[in-house]
């Protein structure tokens, strides 16, 4: 099949860009607001992007309380997002009235952070404690604008549980990590293997 996004004519009950590009990490992402509010939020639109500085970003669509508050406090904290935590990452996801803390509401224990103000979740199998760094408000190919914005910050602290240091290395099955593919399907990493580059 062939189809154009903005033609909106694959036939499909479902549009399958978000089931093609995938699986995506999720950005559990704690903020701050200026004045002290907690906000929790998953976010399917986030990666990393660099390790020279560590920098990582995620994508709202609407400048939402995770957008708002990093540009506030210019932290925010991604916390990852395994197996055991789906059912808390998901009732994160609720739209509740602004400055309902998520994470009372997913009855999630918080754990201060070292570097930055937002606390990550405590039983995260990691996080990544953020500086913010920029929000670019992403535009389409005539350069006009759209309802995304991609907030970037550089880490400058990161937690790991000790479980899940094996060898030297993180162990990611281990940790069963999940990921989106799409639609309302996720994934857990189960199993990994290694390839070597070509020299």
Known sequence: MFYEPRKGDHGLPHDPFKALVTPRPIGWITTMSAAGAINLAPFSFFNAFQSRPHLVGFA???????????????????????????????????????????????????????LVKPP????????????????????????????????????VGIHVDDRFIRDGRVDTAAMRVVSRLGYRDYSVVESTFELERPT
């Open 60 to 114: 709202a669509d609407g400048r939402k309380d995770s957008v708002v508050f990093a540009e506030e406090t210019r932290e925010f904290v991604c916390n990852l997002v395994t197996e055991d935590l789906i059912d808390a990452m998901n009732a994160t996801s609720a739209r509740l009235p602004r400055g309902q803390n998520e994470m009372e509401h997913a009855r999630l224990e918080a754990a201060p952070s070292r």
């Open 120 to 155: 990550r979740v405590a039983r995260a199998a990691a996080a990544l404690e953020c500086r913010w760094t920029q929000t670019i408000h992403l535009v389409d190919a005539e350069g006009a604008p759209s309802d995304a914005w991609l907030v970037c910050g550089e880490v």
